[in-house]
């Protein structure tokens, strides 16, 4: 039975991934400090012979006995609320915590795919966003903790690869829903549901003029775990290429949920919040063979009854 690590596996793009190589027939260790995961996201797997969870803090040395044959490091606050809460931790994580697993990769001769992110494009110049583009992020904006720490990552990664010879993979997430995202968790999906779910006030940050392109999470499952069986090594952009404006999606939430007590309320737009957001998904299609296939809602809806039930 081929063994993987997945560091942040109680959080919910992790807690995903769990499941998913469960499902494939792998031994899963996940890995998680609970700092913005939740043991809910992975109380249902706790009874299996073949599933282990590690209390630890990925920013300090990792040990794992035993072989491993692969590490999917997701651990870190992905939402731009956390990580201006938490920015040490953040840039810690996607730093000290990818250089020790790399260094528990290279000891092992696993192969090590990180989760790097649309960020590394920072509020981007070109559109759509393919991997060929470097990037427009100011380093030392708010953003700057998350952004940097994973342009880091990827840095690194790729000297581990190229000096050490070392399998690495590098996906590069671009904005992703559904269930066990946090209902505190601040991004625009959590925010607009649960808003409208509890009759709030829906808050659009600026005009709602700026767009993302929301890709469902079993997509993205399914593309992160062909890339890591892939032999390519250059980071591959992962995520739904439809784009919409925030304004069309808090729409769309509400006349989902029809809440009449929910309307929309303006608020500030904060500093450095990309204008515009849709990845090239090209690479994917021809390397992985890979293209999202849910759409919107269908995948709203099923995020919408997630929602529901914890609220
Ligand atoms: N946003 C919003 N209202 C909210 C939360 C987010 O209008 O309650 C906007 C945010 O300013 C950004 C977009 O929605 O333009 C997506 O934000 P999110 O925090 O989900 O992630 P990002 O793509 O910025 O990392």
Redesign the pocket.
């Known amino acids: 039975m081929k063994k993987v690590l997945i560091t942040g596996g109680a959080g919910f793009l992790g807690s995903h991934l769990c499941d998913k190589f469960i499902d494939e027939g792998y031994h899963v260790i996940a890995m998680d400090n609970l700092l913005t995961g939740s043991l809910d996201n992975i109380d249902h797997l706790f009874r299996l012979k073949n599933f282990e969870y590690y209390h630890h803090d990925v920013s300090k040395f990792v040990h794992i006995p035993g072989d491993l044959d692969y590490i999917l490091h997701f651990a870190s606050p992905a939402?731009?609320?956390d990580y201006l809460e938490m920015p040490i931790q953040t840039l810690k994580v996607g730093s000290l915590g990818t250089h020790n697993l790399l260094g528990l990769a290279k000891e092992k001769n696993a192969r090590l795919l990180i989760a790097s992110t649309?960020?590394v494009y920072g509020d981007p110049l070109i559109h759509p966003q393919n991997e060929e583009y470097w990037g427009n992020v100011n380093p030392i904006g708010p953003r700057g903790v998350y952004d940097e720490a994973k342009r880091f990552q990827e840095a690194i990664t790729m000297a581990y690869h190229n000096y050490h010879g070392l399998e690495t993979r590098i996906v590069r997430i671009f904005?992703t829903y559904g269930p066990r995202m946090r209902v505190q968790d601040?991004?625009?999906?959590p925010?607009?549901f649960s808003?409208a779910i509890r009759g709030e006030k829906?808050?659009?940050?600026?005009d709602?003029s700026?767009t993302?392109s929301f890709c469902y999470v079993s997509d993205l499952v399914e593309g992160i775990y062909k890339l890591l069986l892939s032999d390519y090594h250059l980071p591959v952009n992962i995520g739904n290429p439809v784009e919409i404006t925030?304004k069309e999606?808090?729409e769309e939430v509400l006349a989902l949920v029809n809440n009449p007590r929910a309307e929309i309320s303006y608020?500030d737009?904060?500093k450095d919040?990309?204008k515009k957001?849709q990845p090239d998904i090209a690479r994917a299609k021809q390397i992985l063979n890979w293209s999202p296939k849910v759409g919107r809602r269908e995948g709203m809806i099923k995020t919408l009854e997630y929602f529901k039930a914890v609220l």
């Open positions: 939402s731009p609320v649309s960020e904005n601040g991004r625009a999906l925010n607009f808003q829906i808050t659009i940050y600026g709602g700026q993302r925030i999606v808090a608020q737009l904060p919040d990309p957001r």
